[in-house]
Structure formats: structure tokens, C-alpha cells
């Protein structure tokens, strides 16, 4: 029997068995210029077209709202100022993520100013696409995640600086911490106004990278003092309404996974196997706690040959008594043919099939 893909995330959260696993994904903006080229009709949505799972993203502005603007546009890139006061240069025609240039908020004191402005009110909700839309996400099924914007990532790349983060983690930590908390606390009221208004959402989930190729951006007593409160602290609010919290963290985190585990983070995300991570083992080693969501190494996605090897390798184990949602590790790049993207639904439709 066919199902939701609600009712099959809800059977992977409790790891048992659906009719397949879910599968998802996210090209980049690049590939999805590349798939209309190739057939995609302009306007149809790529997850329909290709009869995968229905993820609803909801979002809420905890920015500081400092004027948001285009400061140069050509026919390669957007180079703009973010409602957080950062200066970036969007690729147009390329999947990359911006080049961040130049950064408002600097020290405790530029943080301060725009903590100010940080205040949790009803218009920074999009209160006229939920009232729109809302009832047929339900009716069709589809699983509906709420984002959230806090922790080391975000702050170190589109709000800070990377380099101006990490100092700040040894010299600073308690300006660090309040970054963190004040972003996780806005966020977090701005959804309970969505959720006391009637638009319930199934799952949180948070992109908080803490890792690169071969190790982590701090230790793991680092982690526990500066973030894993903040991170708990989202756990707890999301399971005290009863809903999921899904974690979205690149690269190698593998110490990491046990301190998840302690504060019952539900899934981790992308398990990327370029930087260190082994979705097979992780399975074994912590199938039982998590459920995992991604694990098939994007580097391969333009080789059908070596790809189809992979899935065939890596799916009949991460599947196992469920707890698996089948994406690439990353996103999906723009080497990637709309044709080769088929082949690699249809072939996780048939290794992910439970029947």
C-alpha cells in the first residue's frame, strides 16, 4: 500500500518499516537551470515531476532587519546586504554557496545594537503563504519542517565570520553564547505564535555544520560548554510539543554523534562520507538512537555506474528496520543530468522498497 510522506517519515521516526524510504533532496538553484534545459517543465515543481516525498520548509526572520539591498547586479552575480547586515555575492549560474564579504555585526558592542532589533513579533511571520497553503500540505500528506536559524554555522558564515568566530569561542565565549541563545530564543517564540495559531508543523530542523574534512571546528569539550546547551535547549522545546528535531550538520562530526544521542536529537543529516563519515557504520553503531538522512556520497552522482554500486552498497544496511531518508550528503550539484537524476530515483525507490 502506497503512503503519505507523512506516514512514512512518521515510520521512520519510530524505526519500523514503510512501504519504501523517503527520499528527498535539494539541487542547487544551478542544477535546477541545467534540469529545465533538459526537459523539466519551467514551471513544475522538480518533486513532482520525479513522484518523490513532499517536504514543506517553514520559516520565521530572527534577523535584526538592518536594510536589505542590491548593491551591484550583473549577468554572473548578485552582490547584496542581508537583513543581518552582511555583504555577499551570490553566483548566479553556479552551485556555490556566497562569498561572504563583509560583516555589521563584528564585536559584543555591534551585537548588542542588533540584539536590540531582534524582537519576536507577529510580522515577521508569513502569515498570508501559511493561511494560503496550509490546508493542502495537510490534505496531501506532505511532511512539514520548521526551520530554525541559531548556533555555531549560521553565525560564524552569514553573520560574523568565520575566522572571527572561532577566535571569538576561545576569547570571547560568552559572546558567543549569547549569539546563540538569542537567536535560538527568538526563533523559538516566533514558532510558538505559529503553532498557537493552528499551523502545526511535524519537525524542527537546523543546519549547524560543526565539522570538515577529516575533524571538527572545536573539540567536544568546546561543544558541550558553548553550544550543546543551546542545541538541547531546541531538542526539549521541540519534543515538549510532541514533534521531531533534525539536526543538518556537514562534515566530519562523528565525535560528535554521542553527545546528539545524550540530548535526543532524533536525526542527524547529511552524513557526508567525503569528509569522514561512514553511513554504514554510524547504522550499526548508533542506528538504534538516530535516524539517518543522507549517506550517498554526491561526488558520485554524475557516474551512473559507480553510483548505482554505492546505493547498492550503503541503502539494504541503512534501511534496516527503518530509520533512513535517502538524499545525497550534500545537495545535489549541476554535474548531475536530469536523466541521471531519474535513474537514481527510480533505483532508491527499488533498494529502499520495504515490500
Known amino acids: 500500500m502506497k503512503l503519505t510522506t507523512k506516514e512514512r517519515f512518521i515510520r521512520m521516526f519510530e524505526h519500523k518499516e514503510?512501504?519504501?524510504?523517503?527520499?528527498?533532496d535539494y539541487p542547487w538553484g544551478a542544477t535546477i537551470e541545467r534540469w529545465e534545459s533538459e526537459g523539466l517543465p519551467k514551471n513544475m515543481d522538480y518533486v513532482d515531476y520525479f513522484d518523490i516525498d513532499h517536504v514543506i520548509r517553514i520559516g520565521t526572520d530572527n534577523s535584526p532587519r538592518y536594510e536589505s539591498k542590491i548593491i551591484e547586479e550583473t549577468d554572473e552575480y548578485i552582490l547584496s546586504i542581508t537583513p543581518w547586515g552582511t555583504t555577499l555575492k551570490n553566483w548566479r549560474h553556479a552551485a556555490s554557496t556566497p562569498e561572504f564579504i563583509d560583516f555589521t555585526i563584528v564585536d559584543p558592542d555591534s551585537w548588542a545594537k542588533a540584539k536590540e532589533r531582534m524582537a519576536p513579533t507577529e510580522d515577521r511571520i508569513d502569515w498570508k503563504h501559511l493561511k494560503k497553503n496550509y490546508k493542502s500540505w495537510r490534505e496531501k500528506g506532505?511532511?512539514?519542517?520548521?526551520?530554525?536559524?541559531?548556533?555555531?554555522?549560521?553565525?560564524?558564515?552569514?553573520?560574523?565570520?568565520?575566522?572571527?568566530?572561532?577566535?571569538?569561542?576561545?576569547?570571547?565565549?560568552?559572546?558567543?553564547?549569547?549569539?546563540?541563545?538569542?537567536?535560538?530564543e527568538v526563533n523559538l517564540a516566533l514558532l510558538d505564535m505559529i503553532w498557537d495559531a493552528g499551523y502545526k508543523f511535524d519537525s524542527i530542523l537546523w543546519p549547524d555544520d560543526m565539522g570538515y574534512k577529516g575533524t571538527q571546528f572545536f573539540s567536544v569539550d568546546?561543544?558541550?560548554?558553548?553550544?550543546?546547551?543551546?542545541?538541547?535547549?531546541?531538542?526539549?522545546?521541540?519534543?515538549?510539543?510532541?514533534?521531531?528535531?533534525?539536526?543538518?550538520?556537514?562534515?566530519?562530526?562523528n565525535p560528535i554523534i554521542p553527545e546528539l544521542i545524550e540530548i535526543e536529537v532524533d536525526a542527524l543529516n547529511p552524513l557526508e562520507v567525503k569528509a569522514g563519515m561512514n553511513p554504514i557504520h554510524i547504522k550499526k553503531t548508533f542506528g538504534d538512537d538516530l535516524v539517518l538522512h543522507g549517506g550517498i556520497n554526491a561526488v558520485l552522482w554524475d557516474k551512473p555506474a559507480e553510483i548505482?554500486?554505492?546505493?547498492?552498497?550503503?541503502?539494504?544496511?541503512?534501511?534496516?528496520?527503518?530509520?533512513?531518508?535517502?538524499?545525497?550528503?550534500?545537495?545535489?550539484?549541476?554535474?548531475?543530468?536530469?536523466?541521471?537524476?531519474?535513474?537514481i530515483v527510480e533505483y532508491a525507490k527499488e533498494l529502499g522498497s520495504y515490500e
Open 18 to 24: 514503510a512501504d519504501r524510504v523517503p527520499i528527498i
Open 222 to 253: 568546546m561543544y558541550r560548554e558553548l553550544l550543546k546547551p543551546f542545541h538541547k535547549r531546541a531538542v526539549e522545546w521541540a519534543h515538549a510539543k510532541g514533534i521531531k528535531a533534525h539536526l543538518h550538520s556537514c562534515g566530519d562530526v
Open 142 to 184: 506532505s511532511w512539514i519542517v520548521a526551520d530554525l536559524f541559531f548556533g555555531f554555522d549560521v553565525t560564524h558564515s552569514w553573520i560574523v565570520g568565520t575566522e572571527r568566530l572561532l577566535m571569538a569561542l576561545i576569547e570571547k565565549p560568552e559572546w558567543c553564547m549569547d549569539m546563540f541563545s538569542h537567536e535560538l
Open 308 to 343: 548505482k554500486e554505492e546505493m547498492a552498497r550503503v541503502i539494504p544496511v541503512l534501511k534496516e528496520n527503518g530509520g533512513y531518508i535517502f538524499s545525497s550528503d550534500h545537495s545535489v550539484p549541476s554535474s548531475v543530468s536530469l536523466e541521471d537524476f531519474k535513474h
